[in-house]
């Protein structure tokens, strides 16, 4: 029993001697945490970039495609063979080329037979009108009749319209054999020659000898938004809208203007049909060829800030925007996107700093610091 005591009275003491240890260490805690006084207002590290005033345009991109401004399919207009052809498939022509010569031989022989009536009744009128000048010379001496005056001079003029005709039939024929050599009525690129030497052609086939595209300039038709049209025929009442075709996956584009706006909207789409003629002097733009339109429809003077600086929230679209080292609210109304920009209609000016990256550790007031932008960004 009395071992038992003392047991407990050690553990009794033990108890103590443990919490005079912990109140003694809090207070000596107490008493540091209250030396270190107030601690300082965190600090974000973000990521700066400025609102800038400068020209943006006023663009629609679309779809567009490739179109001729002359497309030609040359045909025979005589039943004749094919003697010569003088291009190379897919080759470049030039505005009176020789395409195809065909066989003139039977015009040659129709021409030559037509001169030769041609000069028969010029000889026969020649005779005719010696016969006039006699009998007019005779019936002034009362040696001859006025009917025979009267049939001299209806045989010349008989005459007369029979030479007419001749020399028609022999510009006919003239017309028909230019129709021999086939030239290219203007500078593009040809096709595939349909016929080759010693074909058999003529006016009733439905296949073309070979077709001729212009290529330098040539059209790229694109639709439109109707919301836009009206801006659209204004810019070209004063001559500042342009149209650039780009082919997708190439660097290489094609600049030009708004030729021709369709007379009618789309009711079904809410579309319109724009065509653009471009200059295509290097041939970049091939017929056919689906293109990235972009119709600049005039040019503002805007305040831009990086897309990725906009925030929203249930309130609207908003910006932290950095002043004496701290980043403040700032709403801000979005008109539009241009090439990863943002442009601002109201709630900026132009030189304000712009948080682009750090936002989400952001509030009103929050103390924040910069660095730098990382490359490319």
């Known amino acids: 029993m009395k071992k038992r005591s003392l047991m407990i009275f050690a553990g009794v003491l033990l108890v103590g001697a443990s919490a005079a240890a912990f109140a003694t260490r809090s207070s000596w805690m107490g008493t540091g945490a209250s030396a270190q006084g107030p601690q300082r207002p965190r600090t974000v590290s973000v990521e700066l970039a400025t609102a800038e005033r400068k020209q943006v345009p006023v663009d629609v991109d679309a779809i567009g495609t490739v179109t001729p401004i002359s497309s030609v399919a040359l045909k025979s207009r005589l039943e004749t063979t094919i003697l010569d052809v003088h291009f190379e498939d897919g080759a470049k022509v030039n505005e009176g080329d020789l395409l195809f010569t065909l066989d003139a031989r039977q015009i040659d022989a129709q021409i030559e037979q037509a001169t030769g009536m041609l000069a028969k009744d010029q000889a026969q009128l020649e005779g005719a009108l010696r016969d006039l000048k006699r009998y007019s010379e005779l019936i002034g001496k009362g040696a001859t009749t006025q009917v025979n005056v009267d049939n001299a001079r209806t045989q010349a003029d008989?005459?007369?319209?029979?030479?007419?005709?001749?020399?028609?039939?022999?510009?006919?024929?003239?017309?028909?054999?230019?129709?021999?050599?086939?030239r290219a009525p203007f500078s593009g690129r040809i096709s595939a020659a349909n016929v080759k030497v010693g074909n058999f052609v003529r006016p009733a086939d439905t296949a073309p000898l070979a077709v001729i595209n212009q290529m330098a300039p040539v059209y790229v038709t694109f639709a439109i938004p109707q919301r836009?049209?009206?801006?659209?025929?204004?810019?070209?009442?004063?001559?500042?809208?342009?149209?650039?075709?780009?082919?997708?996956?190439?660097?290489?584009?094609?600049?030009?203007?708004?030729?021709?706006?369709?007379?009618?909207?789309?009711?079904?789409?809410?579309?319109?049909?724009?065509?653009?003629?471009?200059?295509?002097?290097?041939?970049?733009?091939?017929?056919?060829?689906?293109?990235?339109?972009?119709?600049?429809?005039?040019?503002?003077?805007?305040?831009?800030?990086?897309?990725?600086?906009?925030?929203?929230?249930?309130?609207?679209?908003?910006?932290?925007?950095?002043?004496?080292?701290?980043?403040?609210?700032?709403?801000?109304?979005?008109?539009?996107?241009?090439?990863?920009?943002?442009?601002?209609?109201?709630?900026?000016?132009?030189?304000?700093?712009?948080?682009?990256?750090g936002q989400l550790l952001l509030s009103d007031g929050t103390r924040v610091e910069s660095r730098a932008r990382k490359a490319g960004a």
Do not use: C
């Open 228 to 357: 836009v049209l009206v801006d659209l025929r204004e810019a070209m009442a004063g001559g500042g809208s342009r149209v650039t075709a780009t082919i997708p996956g190439h660097q290489r584009s094609e600049e030009g203007k708004v030729a021709m706006v369709e007379n009618t909207v789309d009711a079904t789409t809410g579309m319109v049909t724009v065509r653009g003629v471009m200059n295509n002097e290097n041939e970049t733009l091939w017929p056919g060829t689906l293109v990235a339109t972009k119709l600049v429809i005039r040019v503002e003077n805007s305040v831009v800030v990086p897309t990725v600086a906009v925030q929203r929230s249930q309130s609207g679209n908003y910006v932290f925007v950095v002043r004496d080292g701290a980043a403040r609210v700032q709403p801000v109304k979005v008109e539009r996107t241009f090439q990863g920009t943002s442009v601002i209609l109201e709630g900026l000016s132009g030189g304000e700093n712009v948080v682009v990256d």
């Open 158 to 182: 008989i005459l007369i319209g029979t030479i007419k005709a001749d020399q028609a039939a022999l510009d006919n024929l003239k017309v028909q054999k230019s129709y021999t050599l086939i």
